[in-house]
């Protein structure tokens, strides 16, 4: 999110704008946390992960008195337009808001979930499907010097995208994600040809979301089943280390371009959409499209988990 921060700030004041961040998003607005922005605000902030500006949930802003306390204070402060840098719900408030306030408003998707419908890619994605690569590779080493089973759970609690390219990525010789349904019996089955034939070690990659449950409740419908007394079984959850750490280029690029985007279509005169990168091209999708509609993952990908384990 920093570089997105830092190409917006540029963008505009290079456009001759005057910029002010809020820290904390929508519960800074509500409580009038503004800091003036200039370039030297976003100087040596690019290769750093998280967002200076904080982020905060605010169940304040869900009520229409904090959304038109949060309005009266971007009037005050002289503000008539606003970039939000966010996921699913900062784009579902950020429409809302429009709706209600008329204040522009251009969204800027970040999430490392890479479920956003209008673009091919998220903000985050990369670093954080570059982390879980990184450490299934640290896994594997483990697993293979003991013949055990991994069942390694990455986020993705309502979209398997992560664990789609990181199980591809990693080698993982099954990956579970919310898309598709998980056949417990067909699991067992395929761990065990696997295990007694040439792979005396298996990694399992999970999405958080899949239906059976995480990687610890799929380790237990499996600890359950005699079959399994003598496999060595492991649980390894990755859970927030795929949220922080120094971006990618692949992501600061990415959020450069989508943070100039931002402010261009600002000063164009758009308002209540959100940036995308679609095919290499900067895309605007309208708010309630990318909010309501659901991003499908690409199956070609899914078929080459089988193809390849």
Do not use: W
């Not at 120094?246 to 985007?261: F, K, Q, Y």
């Amino acid at each position: 999110m920093n570089a997105c921060l830092r190409a917006a700030t540029r963008k505009a004041i290079t456009s001759g704008k005057k910029v002010v961040g809020i820290r904390r998003g929508y519960q800074g607005m509500i409580e009038g946390d503004f800091v003036p922005m200039d370039n030297s605000s976003v100087s040596n902030i690019i290769q750093n992960g998280g967002t200076i500006l904080k982020s905060a949930r605010s169940d304040q802003f869900r009520t229409p008195e904090g959304r038109q306390l949060a309005a009266d204070n971007l009037r005050a402060q002289g503000i008539d337009g606003l970039v939000a840098i966010g996921g699913d719900g900062t784009l579902a408030g950020a429409a809302i808001f429009f709706e209600e306030h008329k204040i522009p408003l251009v969204g800027c998707p970040g999430t490392i979930d890479n479920d956003l419908f209008g673009t091919d890619e998220t903000i985050g994605f990369d670093t954080a499907l570059n982390t879980a690569i990184e450490n299934i590779d640290k896994i594997r080493d483990t697993a293979d010097a003991h013949d055990r089973l991994f069942l390694v759970e990455v986020m993705g609690r309502d979209a398997g995208f992560i664990a789609l390219n990181s199980g591809i990525g990693g080698g993982a010789e099954m990956v579970l994600i919310p898309e598709t349904l998980t056949d417990i019996k067909k699991i067992k089955s395929h761990i065990h040809s696997l295990m007694s034939q040439q792979h005396r070690s298996s990694i399992v990659v999970v999405a958080e979301g899949d239906e059976l449950g995480g990687a610890t409740q799929i380790a237990s419908e499996l600890r359950q089943d005699d079959t399994f007394a003598n496999i060595d079984l492991r649980v390894c959850i990755l859970g927030h280390t795929q949220r922080g750490g120094s971006p990618t280029a692949r992501d600061r690029v990415l959020a450069s371009r989508l943070g100039v985007a931002a402010v261009e279509a600002l000063i164009d005169g758009h308002a209540n959409v959100m940036v995308g990168l679609i095919d290499n091209q900067i895309r605007l999708t309208p708010s309630r499209n990318v909010y309501s509609r659901k991003k499908s993952i690409n199956f070609e990908l899914l078929g080459l988990t089988t193809l390849l384990n």
